[in-house]
Antibody, heavy 120, light 110 residues
Framework: EVQLVESGGGLVEPGGSLRLSCAASGFTFSNVWMSWVRQAPGKGLEWVGRLKGKTDGGTTDYAAPVKGRFTISSDDSKNTVYLQMNSLKTEDTAVYYC???????????WGQGTLVTVSS | QSALTQPPSASGSPGQSVTISCTGTSSDVGGYNYVSWYQQHPDKAPKLMIYEVSKRPSGVPDRFSGSKSGNTASLTVSGLQAEDEADYYCTSYAGSNNEVFGGGTKLTVL
């Protein structure tokens, strides 16, 4: 059974940093593409970025609003993907979901989400 | 990249059919057969319902179907049931390794 469990959310001041973790199980982690999607309170879903599997180069792509501030990485030995968020803004306040990104260009499994609140 | 356009709300009575549209451009919906749909109940994570325009993952009822014409994709829910009441989001691959979501549609079962 595929499971994705996020952690690391919390309250942070504008300009601060936070690192989210997503522990994955139930599939071969190293060859899979992983994505982060966020949802601001009462708003819709927004793609944040993705990490391609090692066999596809292990490269990353990011949405324009977070490019240059957010970094996605992974530790295959821990089956964990990370979202490092720097220079946080109030508009980054959202529930952040870790997702497995399938070969059919869809988000086929989702974690339960972790809330990030950026406020002074 | 602009968000895909969905109607904010849709509704239908139990047993009826309802269709939700998702309009993009030739750079996303119209350019690729990589449209997917997600169902989200309140305070829950989204769930994949349709991928590659019209394919259903294992376990998704065949009451849910997808289609596409030009720059507009559609999700149809037939034989509406109370548990179908939820928010629905479309998304499409948008080229240059980007993804774009629709704004979401709140489906109400009357």
């Amino acid at each position: 059974e595929v499971q994705l469990v996020e952690s690391g959310g919390g309250l942070v001041e504008p300009g601060g940093s936070l690192r989210l973790s997503c522990a994955a199980s139930g599939f071969t982690f190293s060859n899979v593409w992983m994505s982060w999607v966020r949802q601001a309170p009462g708003k819709g879903l927004e793609w944040v970025g993705r990490l391609k599997g090692k066999t596809d180069g292990g490269t990353t792509d990011y949405a324009a609003p977070v490019k240059g501030r957010f970094t996605i990485s992974s530790d295959d030995s821990k089956n964990t993907v990370y979202l490092q968020m720097n220079s946080l803004k109030t508009e980054d306040t959202a529930v952040y979901y870790c997702t497995k990104y399938s070969t059919t260009w869809s988000f086929d499994y989702w974690g339960q989400g972790t809330l990030v609140t950026v406020s002074s | 990249q602009s968000a895909l356009t969905q109607p904010p709300s849709a509704s239908g009575s139990p047993g009826q059919s309802v269709t939700i549209s998702c309009t993009g451009t030739s750079s996303d919906v119209g350019g690729y057969n990589y449209v997917s749909w997600y169902q989200q109940h309140p305070d829950k994570a989204p769930k994949l319902m349709i991928y590659e325009v019209s394919k259903r993952p294992s376990g998704v009822p065949d009451r849910f179907s997808g289609s596409k014409s030009g720059n507009t994709a559609s999700l149809t829910v037939s034989g509406l049931q109370a548990e179908d009441e939820a928010d629905y989001y479309c998304t499409s691959y948008a080229g240059s390794n980007n993804e774009v979501f629709g704004g979401g549609t709140k489906l109400t079962v009357l």
